[in-house]
């Protein structure tokens, strides 16, 4: 049985919250009417005929939700007679959480543990794919409206349809899993706003849907999403079009285009860890790699020569490369230009535990006592000159759940630094305090 889920945003339902919701009965002789007046040659030549025919098919579309509103609690909807006692009820958990679920008949109503509708799942459509025939003729609507009269409202309609097509998929997205479900309606979507005479991109379910294809194996389909993405130039939030895009290409075979789609993320966006990360596994095991990547660095320097992220992307290269010196020389770089930002005193901080780690790893597979003990006493160096840096960090950083790791990290820092002075030991206990 076809399902459709609904799950319509505050906005959209102040939009209807006055409209005469039909019953399931009503709309469906209504469909039949006017479905019969558009086959009819004397009115199907007519827009408001198949604009009677789009508004039969909405409130098909909307009849089995009657005047059921997200976002209320069950209590008010008792109020308001909007349910009745239903079929059956069961507990469910979706994504983790728990809901109660409740059949009537021809949809099951979800309520979180607060009882507040968050969910309405449709099992007996009216009509199936009500908005796909809706949307069909709204467009013929519009063709026949010569003089434009109603272009306005039918913008709005289809501009609906989408939104309706948008929050069923995310529905399968976010509570159900079901990501093959989700891009088909999510793209359904980004289709429908595209429809004359709306003809829009929208940067939101074309983005989604290129991503969910993705998360569901379809790449082709997600190829076609994200290169509507690049041909409209949005790139989502901090460049994560880049990345999605690059694992597409290189999914379908196409490596010159996944590297092309990582370069180009990476001039626009340096500070996407995303992006570096993909440049990186590319090219570093490639011979003569290394080189290329330090390229792209310069030029992004070169167009961006205040941008101190580069710096920081410009020291994690250098620190992969086992170039110490020039590792630290980028960090410190990059606190130079941005005094005031925590991430580049986090980055050196790092820096420095990633260094001391490597002589603790190998002060552990030495039998040596004096090569352990030199290795040792570099492994403390390292421990205390990450202090500075994160200590730094941590007086910059706002109030947050990031800024209490930050302290957490200085504190098992000093725990291994305990017995080398007093003053260790007292960090330890005031970042104690500050990490809880």
């Not at 505050?10 to 469909?31: G, H, I, M, N, S």
């Not at 796909?132 to 609906?160: C, H, N, P």
């Not at 290329?292 to 920081?312: E, G, H, T, V």
Request: hydrophobic share 40%; charged share 25%; glycine share 6%.
């Amino acid at each position: 049985m076809k399902r459709i889920l609904i799950a319509l945003a505050v906005l959209l339902a102040v939009q209807v919250a006055d409209a005469q919701t039909k019953t399931p009965e009503a709309a469906k002789k209504a469909v039949e009417s006017a479905q019969a007046a558009a086959e009819n040659p004397k009115k199907s030549g007519k827009f408001v005929t198949w604009l009677k025919l789009a508004s039969a098919y909405m409130d098909a579309y909307n009849a089995p939700t009657g005047n059921l509103f997200l976002n209320t609690p069950r209590v008010q909807l008792e109020q308001m007679m909007a349910i009745k006692k239903p079929v059956s009820v069961e507990q469910v958990e979706l994504e983790g959480a728990p809901y109660t679920k409740e059949d009537h008949g021809d949809k099951y109503l979800y309520f979180d543990a607060q009882g507040v509708l968050r969910i309405i799942e449709v099992t007996k459509p009216v009509c199936e794919d009500a908005l796909a025939s809706a949307l069909e003729a709204y467009a013929k609507a519009a063709e026949l409206d010569l003089k434009g009269s109603k272009t306005k409202d039918i913008k709005t309609a289809i501009e609906m349809i989408g939104a309706k097509y948008f929050e069923e998929g995310m529905n399968h997205y976010s509570y159900f899993s079901n990501m093959a479900k989700a891009a088909e309606l999510v793209g359904k979507a980004a289709d429908a706003v595209q429809t004359a005479p709306l003809s829009k991109v929208d940067n939101t379910y074309t983005y989604y849907a290129g991503y969910i294809y993705m998360l569901a194996g379809n790449y082709e389909q997600a190829k076609k999403y994200f290169d509507k993405c690049v041909e409209v130039e949005y790139y989502a939030e901090d460049g994560n079009l880049f990345p999605a895009l690059a694992d597409v290409y290189m999914k379908l075979g196409d490596e010159e285009a996944g590297v092309a789609a990582l370069k180009k993320g990476f001039e626009l966006f340096p500070e996407n860890a995303n992006v570096l990360v993909g440049l990186i596994n590319y090219y570093l095991p490639k011979e003569g790699g290394e080189a290329d990547l330090l390229d792209l660095i310069a030029k992004a320097k070169q167009a961006m020569p205040d941008n101190a992220s580069i710096y920081r992307v410009e020291g994690d290269i250098y620190k992969r490369l086992a170039d110490y010196e020039k590792a630290e020389a980028s960090y410190k770089a990059a606190i130079d230009m941005a005094p005031d930002s925590p991430d580049a005193y986090i980055s050196l901080g790092g820096y420095f535990i990633d260094r001391g780690n490597e002589y603790f790893n190998k002060g552990q597979e030495t039998f040596d006592q004096k090569e352990y003990d030199a290795l040792m006493a570099q492994y403390d160096e390292m421990c205390i000159a990450s202090l500075e840096p994160l200590e730094k960090a941590y007086s910059l950083m706002p109030e947050s759940d990031f800024k209490k790791n930050i302290a957490a990290t200085i504190k098992q820092v000093c725990f291994v630094l305990r017995n080398k002075d007093a003053k260790f030991m007292e960090k330890y206990e005031l970042y104690n305090e500050l990490s809880k």
